[in-house]
């Protein structure tokens, strides 16, 4: 083997062993399983798809770094639709590759406007006098 054909070959690699990083807006896009009850006041912006891993690469990556490489690609579209939650469907089973489909919701404003009412603090005593 030659220099450029080694040199081809790594470069290959190298671009095939890439995994979705999240971006500073993305990380703070909640993900939800098996939780309904949590996106019951939300609105609804749209269903993401994220998908790491191929039939020819798989085997460089572990199977936690091509799941949150997909988590990580579902949050930067959802944040990119204006949602700040998904809620993660069942997810679909490939081999060599980690393929998840869920909807994303906006959901800040709804728990933002109910912080707005007083708290009560159910630590203090409001039946004594002063």
Known sequence: MNFRTILMLLLGLNVT???TFPTEE????KILWENSAAIENCTYKGTVIGSQGHFYDYWLHSDRDMVWGTLNEMRIKSHALGADTVYLYQPLKFLGSVTMMGNAYQ???IQSSASQYPQIDATQDTTSSQ
């Open 17 to 19: 062993a890439c995994v």
């Open 26 to 29: 993305s990380a703070h896009v």
């Open 107 to 109: 959901c800040s404003d």
